[in-house]
């Protein structure tokens, strides 16, 4: 059953009319909370629905490739004393499948977790999405493919494998540690390999299964608006996934229909613009800016014009089934295709590349639940921190660039510098950021 959303009934049809004149209703009716008047508007309505951050959700999706091997054939890494599989039929894809998938599960139910495999659940008749916040679910990566490092190595049978974790509580100190000890026996006693078709996924929500509440999902799109450059300089430039040919999770900022709608050039300095906006970080954070880069000032106004949590959804979301889940993924609150439809109500993080590295996935795990954590609670200070250094104008940022490079500081030096200077705004400890500060420094020199 689809979870109960949480909805206002603030109109907008500027918004249809001018930005998304695509977005279609929805196939059923959008529940509706209790509303009461905005003091800072009187003309707009909020929902009395509160969200929590003890109650933010958090899961995690990690693609990878595992190998089995031929029978009959020397192994090609003889100095892993980590353990490979012998493969029972390796001539039967789908066996090698489920081989390789039952290792996985084993292993995690080994580790004291809850595990099963997706061809177990459907051979029993349950749709994973009911196991969605019971237990580990491992299942193939349809993306997950191995390329020419992993086929150099001869007598190999790669298996592509998602581990889906269950819904945990992020506020929960016991939480990562449940993570951390399945990824650690997972990663110490397989050949896992993960190459640039592999990713990690991170969904945030709520432990009810309920949608956010549309100022929540609306705060936490607009600080993902501005902030999505620098969250995806995670990414290699060099790799041959950057542009995303494996997978799908491209920049909101260029094939969300928010960005189709949005002319380019010019600045607005009027905090006037911004009437219609009720959240009073947001609106400090403009007035604390000289002036607004104009495609900024029209792609939040047009966030906060979103009248129910379909518009939004569908807005920052692109119109072809190849950009409907973007980096940032709104996509499940569009409602376009089945898929979004019976998926949970959450946003989810798709921008980071496969790693076999578990300091670098549960410090993303912290970092985009953390950004989650600064959308839901209305008085976080770190919201506005960030806001007020994403929000600087074009001249501040070009005078830091002709500093930077007096300085001798390279590109890379610098896009790492602005990845650090976001995460200390949002209050992350140096230990969950630093892996991608180093990446970033390396990888876009």
Not at 132 to 152: F, Q, R, Y
Not at 211 to 218: E, K
Request: hydrophobic content about 35%.
């Amino acid at each position: 059953m689809t979870p109960f959303i949480v909805d206002d009934d603030r109109q907008s049809a500027w918004l249809v009319t001018t930005i998304a004149p695509t977005i279609k209703a929805s196939p059923a009716a959008e529940k509706t909370t209790k509303t009461t008047d905005s003091p800072s508007n009187k003309d707009s309505k909020v929902t009395t629905e509160v969200d929590c951050a003890e109650d933010i959700s958090v899961a995690l999706e990690w693609k990878l490739l595992l190998p089995l091997l031929v029978p009959g054939t020397r192994d090609p890494q003889p100095d892993d004393d980590r353990r490979v599989v012998e493969a029972r039929c390796p001539a039967d894809e789908q066996a090698c499948l489920e081989q390789g998938h039952e290792c996985v599960a084993q292993t995690i139910r080994e580790a004291g977790e809850e595990a099963v495999t997706l061809h177990s659940l459907l051979k029993e008749g349950v749709e994973e999405k009911d196991f969605w916040g019971s237990g580990w679910v491992v299942k193939k990566a349809n993306s997950a493919e191995p390329l020419d490092e992993e086929k150099a190595f001869n007598g190999y049978i790669w298996v592509p494998v998602e581990i889906c974790s269950p819904k945990m509580r992020f506020a929960d100190a016991d939480t990562r540690v449940r993570m951390r000890r399945v990824l650690d026996v997972l990663r110490s006693n397989y050949r896992l390999a993960a190459n640039c078709s592999c990713e990690v996924h991170i969904h945030l929500g709520r432990m009810d299964g309920r949608a956010w509440s549309l100022a929540t999902l609306q705060r936490l799109g607009s600080l993902l608006w501005v902030a999505e450059p620098r969250l995806r300089s995670i990414r290699d430039p060099n790799s041959p996934n950057f542009d995303n040919t494996y997978t799908w999770g491209f920049a909101m900022r260029q094939r969300s229909r928010l960005a189709r709608g949005l002319g380019l050039g010019g600045l607005v300095t009027a905090p006037s613009d911004f009437g219609d906006i009720p959240d009073r970080q947001i609106i400090n954070a403009i007035r604390g800016s000289t002036m607004v880069p104009f495609e900024e000032a029209c792609a939040l106004a047009a966030i906060w014009k979103a009248a129910s949590h379909l518009e939004l959804g569908q807005l920052l979301s692109g119109p072809e089934r190849k950009y409907r889940r973007l980096g940032c993924n709104f996509s499940a609150f569009g409602e376009e295709d089945e898929r979004a439809r019976r998926n949970p109500r959450t946003m989810e993080f798709r921008m980071m590349e496969g790693s076999v590295d578990i300091e670098l996935v549960l410090g993303w795990l912290v970092i985009c639940g953390t950004i989650a954590k600064t959308a839901v609670v209305r008085s976080d200070g770190r919201f506005t921190a960030a806001l007020d250094l994403l929000l600087q104008t074009p001249d501040e940022r070009l005078l830091s660039d002709s500093e930077a490079r007096l300085s001798g500081e390279t590109a890379g030096d610098r896009r790492g510098r602005e990845f650090r200077e976001l995460m200390q705004a949002l209050g992350i400890r140096e230990e969950h950021y630093g892996g991608f500060e180093h990446k970033i420094r390396c990888e876009h020199c």
